[in-house]
């Protein structure tokens, strides 16, 4: 399927190109590398006059220069009716330095229909089949030069010219008979749109349209797209023009900063898809169930009041005993067969026999047709594969193509295209999950690790995160602070459009454990020098670093391993965010030793934030006795001797009494000498 054809002229083929024509354009014409084609042009020898001795020219004329293009602009529309027409337009651009003459534009159409999508996909590749159905000349009518030899009075003759430089739009049309098709019965015919300048056919167009003529059959299609990834690529599917009607299965968790800007899914059915869209056959085979709770919990947490009480799915790529045991047992309303896993034939929706768990199954042929490469012929391959599907059809099919199809090019218009089609009869996916009668499906036993699963030990590493992470969370006032961007980390990794890229997904599991592990690590006591208790009573020091952007609150609980050192207290502390905290233990010591003991940081709830700290506490409780008792000594002998001096210094004073005022010589020894007596 082409949009584009180009027409060059190399110059060392001047001499045999001004033998075949020398008006003509050039024997070596090739489409243009601007555009993909079907098929590659070739002459057709019936329009390139043989050279000869006798029209060989006696000088070489000027050889054209530049390229000859078409571009398709419009193709014809998908359904055609009994008594419409097909038209197509094209764009002629001639870019060489010669004027061209008498170019065609064709539209042909395969004389018998493509009963299959087997046929169409063969005639894409390799159009054959075909008869001219309409033609238009390219360029305006412009008179020749007058043939002195000619009648007078005869119309002049005329060609169809684009100057050199020129371009010009052409439309090519047919309509009833010229179309040759039958009016009593439907089809899908092969359709191509060819330039035929200079003798040379160069296909601009190949693709199928559908022909609505009697007995053509009703399809009743659902129809469900997926969201997920960052912001940027679901924006791609929520926001697709002509999608409106259709539903979408979404990562809540990505919806939140698009909510802003004006998503429209009210109104709309949406389905949830648990966080990141985790490999849930990996996660069965391993045996674990709390990581999809955990992403499904998300989903549900942190999407849009639109999605928050929907339904929730799960993308797999293939079914066993296990997966639909975890699939059923966490809530899911169904599991979406992906990436090939439904083959055609399959109903729409079946039900697992035991746990009653609803199987979704795209038709694989029409759900890669929608999301093949953006092309103008794609819509009306799609709506030609419907038809063909339908003629087989014995109930409604699912359309659902993969995941990221619009960000890997595809075009919503094809998915439209089926939609609007008069044979088609659109159904809510809601429907199709509420049909009770759906038939039952089988799945097989065999639940065992493939290579293609991620494995056991890293399943298990990311739920021991979870659990640390739930236990982090506690701490914080908002939990979503921490199990945010923990989420991000440990789903990432796990999601199923990795399950095809080993390498990369090993790669992105190395990351995300190193980045969740320095999360996990944001509360911790760092390793510190040994203490020195030389107290009965005493405080043990504590140094608690927090590493998050908002406060947590833990508590300090110190073990000693020894009953020479005796914990009294577990305070608990509110430590700043990206700060440190010294926070004091009470103890009491029994006697002299050297005691280990550990600090662990516990959150309200009592579970340990991570692996506990050691801590070496030297006890010299008699240390401290003796000390005391040696200073307590020391107070009572300074105490007596000054008990004693005094009482010395007493006695003195009594014995001797009071002695005789300096000069007195007269008064004898133990004689009074006060004024009374005198």
């Not at 169809?160 to 010229?178: C, F, I, K």
């Not at 003529?213 to 990834?229: R, S």
């Not at 955990?294 to 929907?310: C, K, L, P």
């Amino acid at each position: 399927m082409t949009g584009t054809g180009a027409m060059t002229v190399p110059r060392p083929f001047a001499r045999l190109l001004a033998l075949a024509s020398a008006l003509a354009l050039g024997a070596g014409v090739a489409l243009g590398a601007a555009a993909p084609a079907t098929a590659t042009p070739t002459p057709d020898a019936s329009d390139t006059p043989a050279p000869s001795a006798s029209s060989a020219p006696t000088a070489e004329p000027a050889v054209p220069v530049g390229t000859l293009t078409a571009e398709l602009v419009m193709y014809p529309a998908s359904v055609a009716e009994p008594g419409g027409s097909i038209r197509a337009l094209a764009r002629i651009t001639n870019g060489t330095s010669e004027a061209l003459d008498d170019a065609v534009l064709e539209l042909a159409l395969t004389t018998a229909p493509l009963t299959s999508t087997t046929a169409v996909d063969r005639f894409l590749s390799a159009p054959s089949g075909l008869a001219t159905v309409g033609t238009t000349p390219v360029g305006a009518a412009v008179p020749t030069a007058p043939d002195p030899d000619a009648d007078p009075d005869a119309e002049p003759a005329t060609v169809h010219r684009l100057a050199a430089g020129g371009s010009t739009l052409a439309a090519v049309a047919a309509a009833g008979e010229d179309l040759g098709l039958p009016d009593d019965a439907w089809g899908v015919y092969g359709l191509s749109v060819t330039l035929v300048a200079g003798g040379v056919r160069t296909t601009i167009s190949t693709g199928v349209i559908t022909w609505a003529g009697d007995g053509i059959p009703e399809l009743e299609a659902a129809m469900l797209v997926t969201a997920a990834g960052p912001g940027a690529a679901m924006s791609t599917v929520t926001d697709a023009p002509g999608l409106q009607d259709v539903a979408i299965a979404t990562d809540g968790t990505q919806l939140i900063g698009l909510d802003a800007g004006g998503v429209a899914l009210s109104g709309r059915t949406v389905l949830r898809m648990p966080a990141y869209v985790p490999d849930v056959l990996s996660l069965a085979h391993a045996g674990d169930d709390s990581l999809l709770a955990f992403a499904v919990e998300r989903a549900r947490g942190t999407s849009t009041s639109a999605t928050h009480d929907s339904a929730w799915i799960s993308p797999v790529v293939g079914l066993d005993a296990a997966t639909v045991a975890l699939l059923s047992s966490g809530g899911a309303s169904a599991a979406l067969l992906m990436d090939g896993s439904a083959t055609a034939g399959e109903a729409a929706i079946e039900r697992e026999a035991e746990t009653g768990l609803a199987v979704l199954s795209p038709e694989p042929t029409l759900s890669a047709v929608v999301a093949a490469e953006a092309a103008l012929e794609t819509p009306a391959t799609a709506v030609a594969t419907a038809a063909l599907i339908a003629a087989d059809a014995s109930g409604p099919v699912l359309i659902a193509p993969d995941p990221g199809w619009l960000a890997l090019g595809a075009d919503p218009a094809a998915l439209t295209a089926i939609a609007e089609a008069p044979f088609v009869t659109t159904v809510d996916v809601t429907s199709l999950l509420a049909d009770a009668a759906a038939p039952a499906l089988t799945v097989p036993a065999d639940d065992q690790l493939t290579d293609a699963d991620v494995s056991t030990s890293a399943v298990v590493g990311q739920v021991h995160r979870l659990e640390r992470g739930n236990a982090l969370a506690v701490t914080v006032e908002d939990p979503e602070s921490v199990l945010g961007p923990l989420g991000t980390t440990l789903l990432e990794p796990l999601a199923t459009s990795l399950r095809d890229e080993p390498e990369r997904r090993e790669a992105a599991l190395a990351g995300a454990t190193a980045r969740a592990e320095d999360l996990l690590d944001s509360l911790s006591v760092p390793a510190g020098s040994d203490i020195n208790l030389i107290a009965a009573k005493g405080s043990v020091p504590v140094n608690v670093r927090n590493e998050l952007t908002v406060p947590a609150e833990v508590t300090v609980d110190v073990t000693s391993f020894s009953p020479n050192l005796q914990v009294r207290d577990a305070p608990t502390v509110t430590v700043p965010a990206s700060s440190s905290m010294t926070v004091l233990v009470e103890v009491e010591a029994v006697s002299t030793a050297d005691v280990n003991a550990a600090i662990v940081l516990r959150n309200a709830d009592g579970t340990a934030l991570g692996p506990s700290t050691a801590l070496s506490v030297r006890v010299r409780a008699d240390w401290g006795n003796a000390v005391t008792a040696v200073f307590t000594a020391g107070l009572v002998l300074l105490l007596i001797m000054g008990v004693i001096r005094t009482i010395r210094r007493g006695r003195k004073d009594t014995r001797t009494g009071p002695q005789p005022e300096a000069g007195d010589a007269s008064a004898p020894a133990g004689t009074s000498t006060s004024g009374d007596d005198a």
